[in-house]
């Protein structure tokens, strides 16, 4: 199966980071979910593991691996506890942006930092009136001497609590700009006037801290404008959530490989009317569906990380690979729930977890409405070209 494309590092590294969550992650998720706290000792070992710095170029003292071993490596993590992979996610976009559009000074700065993983970082774009929208960001950022001065609330910042360093969309710009050139990243950097509020309490992907961060009148150098060109935020944003929905894509899969290996596991152990419902073809037919759907998903999701480290605008692919890949792994999710029967229900069971984490998937990094929006635009640009 696509276990045959991997490379012999990949192999290798997939290896790795599947044995530590074997060890490390999957005995303990459930105690660290209904608990909602934050896994230290699991987010320590992926520390060790190199994983914060898996895809920061080596010069850096990053490993400089490519996004198709990123995303290999995030749904082992995902196998384990979706939460881990949003860990990494946010890490890895602000890694992204500061290596691709980054100055000289700011990849010197932060990437040796965020690859040890001694500096955390998320990114965010969404505020409380809106996420779809993204143009219509109201946060702003106005110079004054050698510093930006920002005002305003943004919403859903995951790792928002424990990030030091948060890439944020703000609009620097005025009514006279044209749209896309109003908004700016910032580099922003805890401080005075910066702060994360209280996490939000969520239906699924626990542990992992999701909060508003607030910014009032808060001082961030002139230096730390991405780029250190104003009005390219919303391109920057854009091309760093495609690594952002790789990462989804690939913790769909990720999932839904945890809910089939449970569900396969518990079908040949259940017995009813006297043999392992394994043996009802019923029950075989939803096996071969979610084993299919699976792979198409991880399919998707390693082509969509290979177009995207060839440097191309890929969009379109990692719209469908997290389009597809977030809806399958809803459908395989329900389907392993039906296969446990009651216990599937019951909270003594992995499966009520992943059936709580699978939607997140749908809406986070851009609802699946929108992917449908973006993927059909560009095939029509696409066209038009
Ligand atoms: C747990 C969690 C973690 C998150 N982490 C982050 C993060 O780290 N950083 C960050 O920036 N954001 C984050 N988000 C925010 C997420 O990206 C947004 O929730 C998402 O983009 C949708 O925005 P919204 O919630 O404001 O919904 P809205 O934009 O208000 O949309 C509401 C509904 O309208 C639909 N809709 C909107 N416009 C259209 C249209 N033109 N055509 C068709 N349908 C449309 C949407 O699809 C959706 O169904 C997170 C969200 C969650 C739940």
Redesign the pocket.
Known sequence: MTEDLQSAEQAAIVATVRAFVDREVIPHAAEFEHGDRFPEAMVEGMRELGLFGLTVPEPYGGAGLDLVTYALVVEELARGWMSLA?VL??HVITAYLIATFGTDAQRQRFLPALAAGRLRA????????????VQAVRTRAVRDGDAYVVDGT???????ARAGLVAT?VRTGTENDPPNRRLSCLLCEKGPGFEAGAP?A?LG?KGVE?TELVFRGNRQPLANLLGSEEGRGFAQMMAGIEVGRINVAARGVGVARAALELAMAYARERQAFGRPIAEHQAIQFKLADMATQIEAARLLTLAAARRKQTGQRSDVEAGMAKLFSSEACHDVVLEAMRIFGGYGYSTAYPIERLYRDAP?LI????????Q??IIARGLLARAAD
Not at 154 to 160: E, Q, R, V
Request: charged residues 20%; hydrophobic residues 30%; aromatic residues 8%.
């Open positions: 949003g996610n946010t998320a990114f965010s774009m969404s505020e409380p009136q809106g996420g779809s929208d943004k919403m859903w910042a995951t790792n928002g969309l939000i969520k992907y999701t997140l809406v986070g990094e851009g609802t699946n409405e929108i449908r929006l």
